[in-house]
Nanobody
C-alpha cells in the first residue's frame, strides 16, 4: 500500500523558517519524481517546487525562488522542503505528490499519489 505522509507544518511568524518532510512507503521511491503543492481555500492547487527522481533537475515557482529548497534522500524515502523567509502569502496546506517517471510536471493531474497535507500558517 502506497502511503505519503507530510510533517513539519505549523505556525510561524513572517521571516521565519519551517522544514517540511514527506515520507513515502510502499513504493520504489527512487523511481518517482516528487512535487510539493500548496492550496488555499477557493484556489487551485499549485506546484511550488519539484525534484526529479535523480535529484539533478528541480523546479521552483517564481514566488518561492531563493527562499525554498527541495531535496530528497532516496535511502530514507523522504523528500524535504526547507522554507525560509516565510511570508503570510505562503500560508496554505502543503501536499507532497509523486509521479512515476524521470521528471516532474506542473499539473496536479500528472501525479499518482498524494499525502493528506500539512498546514503552514505564517503570521504577519
Amino acid at each position: 500500500q502506497v502511503q505519503l505522509v507530510e510533517s513539519g507544518g505549523g505556525l510561524v511568524q513572517a521571516g521565519g523558517s519551517l522544514r517540511l518532510s514527506c515520507a513515502a512507503s510502499g513504493m520504489p521511491f527512487s523511481k518517482y519524481a516528487v512535487g510539493w503543492f500548496r492550496q488555499t481555500p477557493g484556489k487551485e492547487r499549485e506546484l511550488v517546487t519539484a525534484i526529479s527522481r535523480s535529484v539533478d533537475i528541480t523546479y521552483y515557482a517564481d514566488s518561492v525562488k531563493g527562499r525554498f529548497t527541495i531535496s530528497r534522500d532516496n535511502a530514507k524515502n523522504t523528500v524535504y522542503l526547507q522554507m525560509n523567509s516565510l511570508k503570510p502569502e505562503d500560508t496554505a496546506v502543503y501536499y507532497c505528490a509523486t509521479r512515476g517517471g524521470m521528471v516532474w510536471v506542473l499539473t496536479p493531474s500528472g501525479y499518482d499519489y498524494w499525502g493528506p497535507g500539512t498546514q503552514v500558517t505564517v503570521s504577519s
